[in-house]
């Protein structure tokens, strides 16, 4: 449960699960399935949400002391609200969300398919730096089949969200699941932090491994399977 209170000094002290964001440090909290968001948060037009963003990155610089009518500053605040809005946070809006197609399985194709080495881009949804992995994605024909750009799409969509690799990961193996109807779907992510590599415990070499396995993926001859066309 996540809880705000407001401290007799006025300052914002947020708990989860009666851990304050001191207790919990660097470790990564996971809520839920989706991305935790507020009712009506479309509402605001993503031009009222670009000149917002606009005034207050714009605070956040001015705090920090920076001179905003140096030339190359000044011009800072609106480029993060454009990037935010059009294209790293772009799949927290719904119409932004691929329009999948699918097609007959005309070939009668009935192993797994594997789409590995899916490049993405996200942000740690706890400090707001980068993280970069790739996505691997596998699918059992129901007896439709989707373009195999829209994998690629899929994972793009909910990558660019900020977000923690867990649910990141059955993001991706839930909306696979809907668009496919089947159970059988896998997803395995691997990825570096910047808040753990460029800051923090400043670890470079470590990097984050998840997985989803359903229905005919739970097979350990699948896994196996899986694994030797990720890694060949
Ligand atoms: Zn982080």
Do not use: W
């Not at 304050?20 to 509402?43: C, N, Q, R, V, Y």
């Not at 750009?149 to 990141?168: D, G, M, T």
């Amino acid at each position: 449960m996540n809880t705000k209170t407001l401290k007799s000094n006025g300052t914002l002290n947020t708990r989860l699960n009666g851990f304050s964001i001191d207790d919990i440090g660097d470790d990564h909290l996971s809520t839920g399935l989706e991305t935790p968001m507020k009712k009506h948060a479309f509402a605001m037009s993503d031009t009222e949400k670009k000149e917002r963003i606009s005034l207050l990155f714009e605070e956040i610089m001015d705090v920090m002391g920076l001179d905003l009518t140096d030339d190359s500053l000044k011009g800072t605040p609106q480029r993060v609200a454009k990037m935010y809005i059009d294209e790293i946070f772009s799949g927290l809006d719904p119409k932004n969300k691929p329009k999948i197609a699918l097609f007959d399985n005309k070939y009668n194709y009935n192993q797994m398919l594997v789409e590995k080495n899916i490049t993405f881009y996200s942000n740690c949804e706890h400090h707001f730096v980068p993280i970069i992995g790739k996505a691997h994605v596998a699918y059992i024909s129901s007896g439709k089949v989707i373009g195999l750009s829209k994998l690629n799409r899929i994972v793009q969509y909910y990558a660019k969200r900020p977000q923690v690799q867990e649910r990141l990961t059955n993001q991706i193996a839930n909306e696979l699941k809907t668009v496919l109807n089947t159970e059988d779907v896998a997803v395995v992510i691997d990825a570096k932090h910047l808040c753990v590599s460029s800051r923090g415990v400043k670890d470079d070499t470590s990097s984050t491994v998840t997985a989803y396995y359903g229905g005919k993926f739970n097979a350990n001859s699948k896994i196996v399977e899986l694994q030797n066309y990720i890694n060949s």
